[in-house]
């Protein structure tokens, strides 16, 4: 994009939040490119008031293409057809796919079992991380993944579509899935699910990626580009 273009043409180097973006961004350029990554900074621990009576799975993502609800929606039947008794419940926005989001839960034969939520505040969000038994973030494609880093904050067991920046920001040893495929998508979750020695070596890396990304650790990496 032009935009794109000109801040690089005017830049002496260029700070970028992944290695796969810096992939990409060296195709246009020459110029020097930085890797920090992205941090979160959680001023505010909520406490849970509202608590969940059943199990669930917990996906977060704007109402787009790329973010790949969809897809999750419907490996959701499969988890479901293998007795899975909980639920599945996504936060997200009134965007492009919304409305596709929406008629695709009415017409599932689980519809019940699904809820999404819109315009969520920072406190249910919170405890929707707290609270769920698997975190799954579906994406096509990332410029990094911020939902990973707060589902690592609450130590939970994440499962996440194959592409490149994920398995960069997770070390490539959490458990991945081809975002394309819906039954491989449930393969993946249900393979989580049915193992709760796997879930534990799984959550030992998570708080390892919440390390990490610790908010002091990275703002000392950007301090360091001024001495």
Not at 1 to 15: H, Q, S
Request: hydrophobic share 35%; glycine share 4%.
């Amino acid at each position: 994009k032009p935009i794109i273009k000109l801040g690089i043409f005017f830049c002496d180097r260029l700070v970028t939040v992944s290695k796969n973006i810096k992939n990409d961004l060296s195709k246009i350029t020459k110029k020097e490119i930085i890797v920090i990554s992205n941090f979160i900074n959680i001023k505010k621990k909520f406490l849970s008031k509202k608590k969940f009576k059943e199990n669930y799975i917990f996906s977060i993502g704007h109402s787009e293409k790329r973010k790949n609800l969809d897809n999750l929606i419907k490996a959701f039947m499969y988890i479901k057809l293998e007795g899975y008794r909980g639920n599945l419940i996504i936060c997200t926005n009134q965007g492009s796919e919304y409305e596709k989001i929406e008629r695709l839960i009415d017409d599932h034969p689980y519809s019940n079992n699904i809820k999404l939520l819109k315009n969520q505040d920072n406190e249910t969000v919170f405890n929707l991380y707290k609270q769920c038994e698997l975190f799954v973030l579906p994406s096509f494609y990332e410029g990094f993944g911020i939902p990973i880093l707060e589902a690592s904050y609450h130590n939970k067991v994440i499962a996440l579509s194959s592409i490149p920046v994920f398995k960069e920001i997770t070390f490539n040893k959490l458990i991945y899935f081809d975002p394309t495929n819906p039954k491989k998508i449930s393969d993946k979750i249900l393979f989580i699910l049915n193992n709760k020695i796997k879930q534990e070596k799984l959550i030992k890396i998570t708080k390892k990626v919440n390390s990490h990304y610790s908010k002091k650790k990275i703002l000392n990496r950007f301090n360091e580009l001024f001495v």
